[in-house]
């Protein structure tokens, strides 16, 4: 079982940066084995994909939305996953969760990850 908390997100203006994290508490189990993903959520949407990393951290995938500006990563010593997100956009306030998928190399869908944290809120001005 592993719990997720993310910090680092707040108000920013258009065009500035933040730098999300999201801490793993793993019982029996090594952060290691986890793919991990981020998600957001604005208001009156559903959730959607930002971006996810496989265990090793060796493979990334972002969706189309955030490409370019968004980057993934992870310290397996730290149990950390981190997303840097630069050139920020009114369009990307949302709650951006982060999700844990057991043995798995990262996916788009929010069906494939078993454990979620309770979100950051991240709101661009414009």
């Known amino acids: 079982q592993v719990q997720l908390v993310e910090s680092g997100g707040g108000l920013v203006q258009a065009g500035a940066s933040l730098r999300l994290s999201c801490a793993a508490s793993?019982?029996?189990?090594?952060?290691?084995?986890?793919?991990m993903g981020w998600f957001r959520q604005a208001p009156g949407k559903e959730r959607e994909f930002a971006a996810a990393?496989?265990?090793?951290?060796?493979?990334?995938y972002y969706a189309d939305s955030v490409k370019g500006r968004f980057t993934i990563s992870r310290d397996n010593a730290k149990n950390t996953v981190f997303l840097q997100m630069n050139s920020l956009k009114p369009e990307d306030t949302a709650v951006y969760y982060c999700?844990?998928?057991?043995?798995?190399?990262?996916?788009?869908?929010?069906?494939?990850?078993?454990?979620w944290g309770q979100g950051t809120q991240v709101t661009v001005s414009s």
């Open positions: 999700a844990a998928q057991y043995s798995g190399s990262g996916s788009s869908s929010p069906s494939d990850y078993a454990s």
């Open positions: 793993v019982s029996g189990r090594a952060f290691s084995r986890y793919g």
């Open positions: 990393i496989s265990r090793s951290g060796g493979w990334t």
